[in-house]
Nanobody, 122 residues
Framework: QVQLVESGGGLVQAGDSLRLSCAAS????????MAWFRQGPGKEREFVAT????????RYADSVKGRFTISRDNAKSTVYLQMNSLKPEDTAVYYC???????????????WGQGTQVTVSS
């Protein structure tokens, strides 16, 4: 099991950038696939991006492809989500998650952070 703590959320304007961080506990961080999900008001939790343990392989939701970049620093046990050209529809609570394999499904990830709020004003 790994404990995850997100940070970096906030209130920004459309077109701005924001970088989220997710710090993980434990010594086996690089063995985990890491992912970002988000949950907008009144919506179900949805996949944003995922990255393999080595950082070589990544996948993105179509809605964020070309604007968001997921990365990780295994020496710091941290995964990042760089969000550029933010839109009001990106407003959501963003969660990081850890799991055994690259997946866009929430039930494939067993450990979750508490979430960080991102609000994008128009």
């Amino acid at each position: 099991q790994v404990q995850l703590v997100e940070s970096g959320g906030g209130l920004v304007q459309a077109g701005d950038s924001l970088r989220l961080s997710c710090a993980a506990s434990g010594r086996t961080f690089k063995s985990y696939v890491m992912a970002w999900f988000r949950q907008g008001p009144g919506k179900e939790r949805e996949f944003v991006a995922t990255i393999s343990g080595s950082g070589v392989n990544t996948r993105y939701a179509d809605s964020v492809k070309g604007r968001f970049t997921i990365s990780r620093d295994n020496a710091k046990s941290t995964v990042y989500l760089q969000m550029n050209s933010l839109k009001p529809e990106d407003t959501a609570v963003y969660y990081c998650a850890a799991g055994p394999s690259l997946s866009s499904y929430t039930n494939e990830y067993q450990d979750w952070g508490q979430g960080t709020q991102v609000t994008v004003s128009s």
